[in-house]
């Protein structure tokens, strides 16, 4: 992930070092780290519970233990590469210091929560039908727009910034630029959409995981 980013934002710097009171740095940071996250989650829980099947043999080994394992190395792989990058390039003024981190690790651990129950939830469909491994990878590239990664909400106009308000990542990912950012940067996200959004794939995502342990053929 931190090769990635770092080529991310070096290419962003070519095409535009500034927007508004923030540096385009900074802006690049924020959205692939997180992207990186989500995309992680979502691609790398495809057929995991059948691909580690073999570590259920032991009793006290759930499936959603597996699910959690890998869940939680991607939060804090991915947080890690985040504060790799940022305390050098704070440390040189490359970009600002952390406005509220509070705020940020809210918003990093509520994406978190949203891309692990979007994961199972790919899991549960993926160990039920083989056709969810194939239509997930060029789905994930058409939904990007709908992550928030590539421009600010207040960029937009009122209609498509009321329509990105619907997707929980892209208020996550205006959450965490908020406490990134200057207070005089503007951004729009709700906490109580993004947790009722949650806890519904939450619910969801554990009954498509009961469901589908029938289909995993332990070897």
């Given at each position: 992930?931190l090769?990635f980013?770092t080529g ?11 927007q ?7 802006f690049a940071?924020t959205a692939?780290?997180m992207?990186?996250?989500f995309?992680?989650?979502?691609m ?5 519970l059948?691909n ?6 032991h ?5 959603l233990?597996i699910?959690?394992?890998r869940g939680?190395?991607?939060?804090f792989?991915?947080?890690?590469t985040?504060f790799?990058?940022?305390i050098?390039?704070?440390?040189l003024?490359?970009i600002q210091?952390?406005?509220d981190p ?5 918003a ?18 993926s160990e039920?039908n083989?056709?969810v ?6 789905l994930m590239?058409l939904?990007?727009?709908?992550t928030g990664a ?5 960029w937009l106009p009122?209609?498509?910034?009321d329509?990105l308000s619907?997707?929980p990542l892209a208020n996550?990912?205006?959450?965490f630029r908020?406490g990134m950012?200057?207070?005089d940067?503007t ?5 109580p959409?993004v947790?009722a ?8 995502g554990?009954?498509l995981?009961?469901?589908a342990?029938?289909?995993?053929e332990?070897?």
């Amino acid at each position: 992930p931190l090769m990635f980013n770092t080529g991310i934002m070096v290419q962003w710097n070519i095409i535009r070092h500034t927007q508004d009171d923030f540096s385009i740095t900074a802006f690049a940071l924020t959205a692939y780290t997180m992207l990186t996250m989500f995309r992680h989650m979502s691609m790398g829980f495809v057929h995991i519970l059948h691909n580690n099947a073999g570590v259920l043999y032991h009793a006290h080994v759930r499936p959603l233990d597996i699910l959690i394992a890998r869940g939680l190395l991607e939060t804090f792989g991915c947080l890690a590469t985040f504060f790799v990058a940022y305390i050098p390039l704070s440390l040189l003024g490359v970009i600002q210091p952390i406005r509220d981190p509070l705020l940020l690790f809210g918003a990093w651990f509520l994406a978190a929560w949203f891309s692990f129950t979007f994961g199972i939830i790919i899991e549960g469909l993926s160990e039920m039908n083989e056709i969810v491994e194939r239509v997930l990878p060029p789905l994930m590239y058409l939904t990007l727009p709908l992550t928030g990664a590539f421009s600010m909400q207040s960029w937009l106009p009122p209609k498509a910034r009321d329509i990105l308000s619907y997707s929980p990542l892209a208020n996550t990912m205006e959450m965490f630029r908020c406490g990134m950012f200057s207070a005089d940067v503007t951004t729009y996200w709700s906490v109580p959409y993004v947790l009722a959004c949650c806890f519904a794939q939450t619910v969801v995502g554990l009954l498509l995981i009961e469901k589908a342990r029938k289909h995993i053929e332990m070897y």
